[in-house]
T-cell receptor
């Protein structure tokens, strides 16, 4: 059974700092990995999708990497802003393109 | 606009009263799925569907039913809701190679 872990569970940083969020998964036979952000009481906003054949994806200040062999993905946020404050979730699609398993998230607070 | 639409957004009901949460997508996606989100437990998959008339259990299917009679719709049915099904529910869809698209969520309270 796929298990997805996100560390740290919470993170507080001053504005402008670069930061890295981590996502680990136990079964490397994945189809893709997706990063989301969720604001309190809101839905999920897709940030980046990395296919299993890819090593990284970039969108603006965000960069996500994938290392299937080690079961890890990182989300790099450059020059953090207060508007980046949210919970960040990673999700892995595996099990024959059927099962989606989420990590429990990293709650980020960027202090002005 | 490409979207996944869930209804209702908020629902308060009583134990044992059957309810249905609807989910519809306009992207012609083959795959649709339901999740519940609970504090400390994160998002967990309830059921998923690979295509019309093809459904399977996720990690927490007990107490739920689904059907996929049309490609665009994937309703979640609670035949006899109980208080432990109070949660935030999300529907999502995807097609091969595309991101998972989520609906805005349904907050269900069972008293």
């Amino acid at each position: 059974k796929q298990e997805v872990t996100q560390i740290p569970a919470a993170l507080s940083v001053p504005e402008g700092e670069n930061l890295v969020l981590n996502c680990s998964f136990t079964d490397s036979a994945i189809y893709n990995l997706q990063w989301f952000r969720q604001d309190p009481g809101k839905g999920l906003t897709s940030l980046l999708l990395i296919q299993s054949s890819q090593r990284e994806q970039t969108s603006g200040r965000l960069n996500a990497s994938l290392d299937k062999s080690s079961g890890r993905s990182t989300l790099y946020i450059a020059a953090s802003q207060p508007g980046d404050s949210a919970t960040y979730l990673c999700a892995v699609l595996s099990g024959g393109y059927q099962k989606v398993t989420f990590g429990t998230g990293t709650k980020l607070q960027v202090i002005p | 606009e490409a979207q996944v639409t869930q209804n209702p957004r908020y629902l308060i009901t009583v134990t044992g009263k059957k309810l249905t949460v609807t989910c519809s997508q306009n992207m012609n996606h083959e795959y649709m799925s339901w999740y519940r989100q609970d504090p400390g437990l994160g998002l967990r998959q309830i059921y998923y569907s690979m295509n019309v008339e093809v459904t399977d259990k996720g990690d927490v299917p007990e107490g739920y039913k689904v059907s996929r009679k049309e490609k665009r719709n994937f309703p979640l049915i609670l035949e006899s809701p109980s208080p432990n099904q109070t949660s935030l529910y999300f529907c999502a869809s995807l097609s091969w190679g595309s991101p998972l698209h989520f609906g805005n969520g349904t907050r269900l309270t069972v008293t």
